[in-house]
């Protein structure tokens, strides 16, 4: 298929390096590098398209589903360096065209790849949630003026035989995570499966913790060995009452004081703008200043 000054067609190229090679030259940040190629590898991919400038290999679009949220399409655009969006256009224009893909569309971009911001928004395509990856420096915290009366404190290894708590709080987490991607919404997964990635390989359960109240799962914190040395990851955390703030504060500066008293130099989070809950943590403790994935959706009937 020609589209102005391109020829689009599937990619059928068996030169993956290749292939990497010219992502990783396009693509101007690790981020984007690593989406672009997860979506190519996996083993949902629908179909990678390539424009082609006098047979030139120009631009990449690679398209994948995603198992655990399954009612969007997602994709990845990678370009050679250019003034204009001719290439992005003929790459999305017949992602447009293809059958069985399913509305809506999602990406997402660093905030600074302003070329690509430019082009989505410049086409209809909607903000739905920015995501912050910052680290925070561990340090011996005084959270006493944070203690909740009426509340019992228990680390995962505690809940791993108790099979009562471990499917109330699956249970918790699998509500809570459903609340903060409504835009973008999870697949129907079984309690076992929400419990094993809560009780995955990298869940420090020691570091990990929950707060009962009446003998209920009321909150939870989970903790993440990370692929850094001398570092940690903050991983899903909850409560059933939005408002119990203090509460959320309180276990975060436990594994605060955690990691300190383990050496760990710093504890990365992720945090989307939909998640009221992490969006506290953030707000409160002193993160260091990192930049920001936007994420980006369009209805295909916008098109």
Not at 264 to 290: G, R
């Amino acid at each position: 298929m020609s589209t102005g000054d391109f020829t689009i067609q599937n990619n059928n190229s068996p030169d993956i390096e290749l292939i990497k090679e010219l992502v990783t030259t396009w693509a101007g940040d690790d981020f984007t590098r690593d989406y672009f190629l997860r979506g190519l590898h996996i083993n949902t991919n629908l179909v990678t398209i390539e424009a082609l400038e006098n047979n030139q290999l120009v631009g990449l679009l690679t398209v994948w589903k995603s198992v655990f949220h399954p009612h969007c399409t997602y994709f990845s655009i990678v370009s050679k360096s250019h003034l204009d969006y001719e290439i992005e256009a003929a790459l999305i224009g017949s992602l447009y065209q293809l059958e069985d893909i399913q509305s809506p569309l999602q990406t997402s971009i660093w905030e600074t790849s302003y070329k690509l911001k430019n082009f989505y928004e410049d086409n209809g395509f909607k903000e739905v949630r920015r995501t912050y990856s910052p680290l925070l420096k561990t340090s011996k915290l005084d959270y006493g003026n944070l203690h909740i009366q009426c509340l019992h404190l228990k680390d995962l290894n505690s809940v791993v035989n108790n099979p009562e708590l471990k499917e109330e709080l699956t249970q918790l987490v699998k509500d809570n995570y459903a609340k903060t991607h409504q835009a973008n919404p999870v697949g129907e997964h079984s309690l076992e499966k929400w419990e094993e990635l809560i009780f995955d390989e990298d869940t420090i359960l020691d570091g990990s913790f929950i707060l009962l109240k009446n003998n209920v799962v009321h909150a939870y914190a989970l903790l993440h060995h990370s692929n850094h040395p001398k570092q940690f990851e903050f991983g899903w955390r909850g409560t059933r009452d939005d408002a119990d703030s203090r509460i959320l504060l309180m276990l975060t500066a436990k594994q605060i004081n955690y990691a300190f008293e383990k050496g760990v130099q710093f504890i990365e989070a992720e945090i989307d703008t939909t998640d009221s809950a992490a969006l506290k943590m953030l707000k409160y403790f002193s993160f260091l200043p990192a930049p920001t994935l936007i994420t980006y959706q369009k209805a295909l009937k916008e098109v």
